[in-house]
């Protein structure tokens, strides 16, 4: 790509692996010629109006040059690909399956985001929607006129939501205007208006453009929400829409005075029994919030002095901890794993956006609401007691590993500690095997975090040589289960830690902490523990079978 920089082309994104390929050299070239040929072909069949098959063949083309090669084209190519693409998909009486076509391609030109910013790209959003009406609202379709394949829903609703970053701030007013007719509580065309609402609305622009922005419909809808306690049908579309603002726009909306409330039906909306009945109204199981969009929601609450959301998170999971417990078992039980699964790694994420992600033109959290390390420490300590119940479930430990794994990445200082008691207690017990999977589960899942030298932890990799050491019994080829998953326990940590005898090292560098010198010392154990492992177990199972 060298001869390109110099020539004054910089690719936009280009596949970083295909420079490891044994012809790397040649793919410049390729690339190009592949390029000029689908640009001057797709711009042609434009001309001659030569849909089917002109311009269906070279959209394919450019698809598979994405795959290929990546988004290695300039700035000014991708916005005329996106452009040409956007006013082909949003032709009137186009075929389905070329709209299809032409919408997976857009999408794939839309999906890194950082890569163009709104003022180097603006599309019009009426076309867009006029061609949902069509669709999704079809007058025909149930007539047998006309036949739309099933999966044009999602795919539609998944060009609006790429698309819509892109349109102009005067486009909030202009949707505001088409749909604020139809809010009324008492009629089933209020479910469309707040679909519609969730679908379209932009969400992420500068700080300079909020007020033609959320602003514009912010507290109208939030004043409906609170003023709604039934639970109807398009509860979940608003909902869904105050998560993505919440997330789009951390510190530039105040939730403080809605917080209490939203815990609440958040708590309402989990569906777990009360009483002794344990009776649950139908209507609820239908109408819950989506956990993904609540997961996203409570995850934008948290950060900023003087914020009561950590406050109110760990009393939700207080009043549902008890939920978690093994014994308890029951149709909710599917939900609550998956927000115990999910809320870490949201906020992983939302960690890595603050400290670890590339600038780009997207608006940065304010330092204000960032998240500290005291408040990780206190979103660790509020979801440990249920994950450290949750590990026992009947449904398996596997939500409860992939909870432990992202709370170690933030905190492992808080949560390894009590795990590892229950791993060293599960070892040393042989009458409870359920006990031992679970726990070897949630260590394989927080393995990186325990070994890695520059976290909160350095103690944790202490632990290494001991662990190993008790989880030989458990290759018992009578209990398979148990046996698989202390291979595969072993497997992680020996792929993670080299087994080499280090104890001379002390004596040839004066550069050691304390702690590494221990370290050292301790993998002259490493012999004993592979020398056990082949003997005692592989060798011995391989004469018995």
């Given at each position: 790509m060298s001869s390109d920089f110099s020539g004054g082309f910089v690719p936009q994104k280009g596949i970083v692996y295909n420079s490891l390929l044994p012809y790397a050299d040649k793919l410049d070239q390729e690339a190009t010629e592949l390029l000029s040929e689908i640009k001057?072909?797709?711009?042609?069949?434009?001309?001659?109006?030569?849909?089917?098959?002109g311009v269906a063949f070279w959209s394919r083309k450019l698809f598979s040059f994405l795959k290929l090669y990546g988004r290695r084209f300039s700035k000014e190519d991708h916005i005329l690909f996106i452009k040409l693409l956007?006013?082909?998909?949003?032709?009137?009486?186009?075929?389905p399956n070329m709209m299809q076509c032409y919408a997976r391609l857009l999408i794939q030109l839309l999906k890194k985001k950082e890569l163009l910013s709104r003022d180097d790209l603006q599309l019009p959003w009426r076309p867009l929607y006029d061609l949902y009406e069509r669709v999704i609202y079809s007058k025909t379709e149930h007539l047998g006129l006309i036949w739309f394949p099933n999966s044009v829903d999602h795919i539609l609703k998944a060009l609006i939501k790429s698309c819509r970053l892109y349109f102009p701030s005067s486009s909030t007013k202009e949707m505001l205007d088409e749909w604020r007719p139809l809010?009324?509580?008492?009629?089933?065309?209020?479910?469309?208006?707040?679909?519609?609402?969730?679908?379209?609305?932009?969400?992420?622009m500068p700080p300079g453009e909020h007020s033609h922005g959320f602003?514009?419909?912010?507290?109208?809808?939030?004043?409906?929400?609170?003023?709604?306690?039934?639970?109807?049908?398009?509860?979940?579309?608003?909902?869904?829409?105050?998560?993505?603002?919440?997330?789009?726009?951390?510190?530039?909306?105040?939730?403080t005075p809605y917080?209490?409330?939203?815990?609440?039906?958040?708590?309402?909306?989990?569906?777990?029994?009360?009483?002794?009945?344990?009776?649950?109204?139908?209507?609820?199981?239908?109408?819950?919030?989506?956990?993904?969009?609540?997961?996203?929601?409570?995850?934008a609450l948290l950060g900023g002095a003087g914020n009561p959301a950590q406050k109110e998170l760990t009393c939700l999971f207080n009043s549902i901890a008890s939920f978690y417990h093994p014994s308890n078992h029951g149709r909710w039980q599917s939900r609550l794993m998956r927000l115990l699964q999910r809320l870490p790694v949201s906020v992983v994420r939302r960690v890595h956006r603050e400290r670890h992600a590339a600038p780009s033109w997207i608006t940065v959290v304010p330092e204000s609401h960032r998240l500290s390390d005291a408040d990780l420490q206190e979103f660790t300590r509020s979801l440990?007691?249920?994950?450290?119940?949750?590990?026992?479930?009947?449904?398996?430990?596997?939500?409860?590993?992939?909870?432990?794994?992202?709370?170690?990445?933030?905190?492992?200082?808080?949560?390894?500690?009590?795990?590892?008691?229950k791993t060293y207690a599960a070892i040393e017990t042989l009458t409870e095997p359920h006990t031992l999977t679970a726990?070897?589960?949630?260590m394989i899942g927080m393995a990186r975090s325990l070994v890695s030298p520059n976290n909160h932890y350095p103690e944790g990799r202490a632990h290494v040589l001991p662990l190993l050491m008790g989880s030989l019994p458990g290759i018992d080829p009578n209990d398979f289960s148990k046996c698989m998953i202390t291979f595969q326990f072993i497997t992680t940590f020996t792929a993670l830690v080299p087994l080499v005898d280090c104890s001379s090292a002390p004596f040839q560098r004066s550069d050691l902490t304390e702690i590494e010198k221990d370290l050292c010392f301790a993998s002259a154990g490493f012999e004993d523990f592979v020398l056990q492992f082949l003997d005692r177990n592989v060798f011995l199972k391989v004469e018995s079978s």
């Open positions: 001057t072909n797709l711009c042609r069949a434009v001309l001659l109006r030569e849909l089917w098959p956007y006013e082909l998909v949003t032709l009137p009486n186009l075929e809010l009324c509580v008492f009629d089933v065309v209020m479910q469309k208006a707040i679909s519609n609402m969730e679908l379209f609305l932009p969400t992420i602003q514009l419909w912010f507290n109208e809808l939030m004043n409906l929400w609170m003023a709604v306690q039934n639970q109807p049908s398009w509860e979940g579309h608003l909902v869904n829409l105050f998560a993505r603002l919440a997330n789009d726009n951390i510190g530039y909306v105040d939730w917080i209490p409330t939203i815990f609440t039906r958040i708590l309402r909306s989990l569906n777990l029994p009360v009483g002794v009945s344990q009776i649950v109204a139908p209507r609820y199981l239908t109408n819950s919030y989506d956990i993904g969009y609540l997961v996203l929601w409570i995850t440990t007691g249920a994950a450290l119940l949750a590990m026992f479930s009947k449904t398996g430990s596997t939500d409860a590993a992939y909870a432990f794994q992202n709370l170690a990445l933030l905190t492992p200082q808080l949560v390894i500690p009590p795990v590892l008691e726990t070897l589960s949630c």
